[in-house]
């Protein structure tokens, strides 16, 4: 089973109109280990070249991006799962397509794979309509 299905990446252009979508690649991934006072853990951090902008804007800075090894469930407030973004091949010349600027948790970063590119760049966004400028709406309180 796929657990980005290009449905879902081209739902989201569909149905988000503030989504921000970049095409990234990887530069530099590492691993550290850290121990802080008997707290052992280990730190993901990848840097990343902003290939393009395909949706939206660029919401960089992409160098030293952390990930945590678990995220908080979206079924169960309070308990923690396994981060899949710790689990995708991170090497370089890899290529990611970062998703952004519209609330929601899942799956930020996904392979850039043909169909996945394909399906978001095929996607139509919706229509901006007055209700949807956020920043227009503080400005009038």
Partial sequence: MDPYPDR??????????????????????SRVDINEEGDHRTEFFTEYRLIEVIRGRADGPWNRIRYHKTIASPLAPGQRIANPATLLPLKTGSRFLYFSGAEYDSCR????????????????PPAKREEDDISGFWGRM
């Fill in 8 to 29: 879902i990446l081209a739902g989201r252009v569909r149905a988000l109109p503030d989504l921000n979508v970049a095409l990234l690649e990887v530069v530099k991934p």
């Fill in 109 to 124: 970063m996904v392979p850039a794979t043909p169909s996945a590119e394909s399906a978001v760049r095929m996607a139509v």
